[in-house]
């Protein structure tokens, strides 16, 4: 994938999660992006930091101590990590909101 292709694509992703968490109380969650860098702040002070690596042609995503690595596939239009674990992009972030708030997002 070119990178023009990659930016497009993790510009649709991130304002996907920003419009997500305009509903969201922001004394609960609250989505900032900063460049390549959309922070997710929760209440508890805990955050889900998510990021291009232009590299690498991926997203990756920060969250309870751990990381994800996601590439864009193309065939069901979706970011999913290349571990083959099947975990989704914007389901990491409906899961982890979820579990950290009890908010559910329309992801």
Known sequence: ???QRYLHL???AFKAIERAFEAVDPDLAEATL???VLTIAYRDGSRCI????????????????RG??????EKND????DRGAGVE?????????R?????????
């Open 78 to 81: 979706r970011w999913v990590d």
């Open 89 to 97: 992009l914007m389901s990491l972030v409906a899961q982890v909101t």
């Open 10 to 12: 993790a510009d649709d």
């Open 34 to 36: 900063a460049g390549d």
């Open 1 to 3: 994938m070119d990178e």
């Open 99 to 107: 579990e950290t708030v009890g908010v559910e997002l329309p992801l």
């Open 50 to 65: 998510v990021n291009t690596q232009r590299p690498t042609r991926q997203i990756w995503l920060a969250a309870r101590s």
């Open 68 to 73: 994800w690595h996601f590439d864009y596939d």
